[in-house]
């Protein structure tokens, strides 16, 4: 079945480090893919999409690009702010009810 | 645009009540809406999508007896947590998809109801 694979947390940088958080996806068809975040004792926030192989989605200095043929969405920043310390979650829509199928979540803690 | 309201945003309660967990879209329409459970540093477990004017598709393994949803009109979808007990106690989210363009495309979520049942 289709599913979202992100790589384990927590992830702990300095302020203005490089910030690279992997996600992999298995799925049929073509779904579009989504980075959500989601701040301390906040709701989920949809941070940015992309709905087809080669889009890059892009928000508050993040970027993200659909490779279809690695199957991977990669969050990247680069460079990271205390503000930014969250839980970013990957997550694809698929299937005729286009339900979200989410990664587990990877917990970023930035230092000053 | 697109946002999701949750009312209350936290609830205590006592074993054996039921609970009402209200979601709106603010300023869209949305036929349809999830609801997920999220325990502490895990992810979204979806409990139910519910259609406007239908009977909610539950997941398997949640109850439908005792996670009761309705979802009256295109605003608004509601979680009714029956006869609560300490087990129920977690954080519950909702989303709603946009209605038109590509189905499915976006759900944006609601802030979330801490629920805790003592």
């Known amino acids: 079945g289709d599913s979202v694979t992100q790589m384990e947390g927590p992830v702990t940088l300095s302020e203005e480090a490089f910030l690279t958080i992997n996600c992999t996806y298995t799925a049929t068809g073509y779904p579009s893919l989504f980075w959500y975040v989601q701040y301390p004792g906040e709701g989920l926030q949809l941070l940015l999409k992309?709905?087809?192989a080669d889009d890059k989605g892009s928000n508050k200095g993040f970027e993200a690009t659909y490779r279809k043929e690695t199957t991977s969405f990669h969050l990247e920043k680069g460079s990271v702010q205390v503000s930014d310390s969250a839980v970013y979650f990957c997550a694809l829509n698929a299937g005729n009810n286009r339900k979200l199928i989410w990664g587990l979540g990877t917990s970023l803690a930035v230092n000053p | 645009g697109a946002v999701v309201s949750q009312h209350p945003s936290w609830v205590i309660c006592k074993s054996g009540t039921s609970v009402k967990i209200e979601c709106r879209s603010l300023d869209f329409q949305a036929t349809t809406m999830f609801w997920y459970r999220q325990f502490p540093k895990q992810s979204l477990m979806l409990m139910a999508t519910s259609n406007e004017g239908s009977k909610a598709t539950y997941e398997q393994g949640v109850e439908k007896d005792k996670f009761l949803i309705n979802h009256a009109s295109l605003t608004l979808s509601t979680l009714t947590v029956t006869s609560a007990h300490p087990e129920d106690s977690s954080f519950y989210i909702c989303?709603?998809?946009?209605?038109?363009?590509?189905?499915?495309?976006?759900?944006?979520f609601g802030p979330g109801t801490r629920l805790t049942v003592l």
């Open positions: 989303s709603a998809r946009v209605l038109g363009g590509r189905a499915g495309d976006t759900q944006y």
């Open positions: 992309a709905t087809k």
